[in-house]
Nanobody, 128 residues
């Protein structure tokens, strides 16, 4: 069974840092693009960054570029998201997703018959 489990969310102060992890299991292949979305209070879901399995490239949304970074541990089947220089507007539930990574940092469906796989999310709150 395909499963994504996020962890590492919590409370951070403005200017602080957090590190989120996404553990992937049950995929029938070892290669897949994987990335992160977030949804803040009263906001639409936003793709913020993703990792391209074929060449190791990473892409980010403008809203987090230079502050957030993605890394992947293939042996452990985990994807990490390092959040630095946090702002109040980074407060959101962060979701891990598997699909196709675009150059604007958003995961989309790989094909019509292959929907995006989602995790359950982890909450990040940035407040003083």
């Amino acid at each position: 069974q395909v499963q994504l489990v996020e962890s590492g969310g919590g409370l951070a102060q403005p200017g602080g840092s957090l590190r989120l992890s996404c553990s992937a299991s049950g995929f029938g292949r070892n290669y897949y693009d994987i990335g992160w979305f977030r949804q803040g209070p009263g906001k639409e879901r936003e793709g913020i960054g993703c990792f391209v399995d074929s060449d190791g490239s990473t892409y980010y949304a403008d809203s987090v570029k230079g502050r957030f970074s993605i890394s992947r541990d293939i042996r452990k089947n985990t994807l990490s998201l390092q959040l630095d220089s946090l702002k109040a507007e980074d407060t959101a539930i962060y979701y891990c997703a598997v699909g196709y990574c675009t150059v604007v940092g958003e995961i989309i469906k790989r094909s019509r018959n292959e929907p995006i796989t989602w995790g359950q999310g982890t909450r990040v709150t940035v407040s003083s």
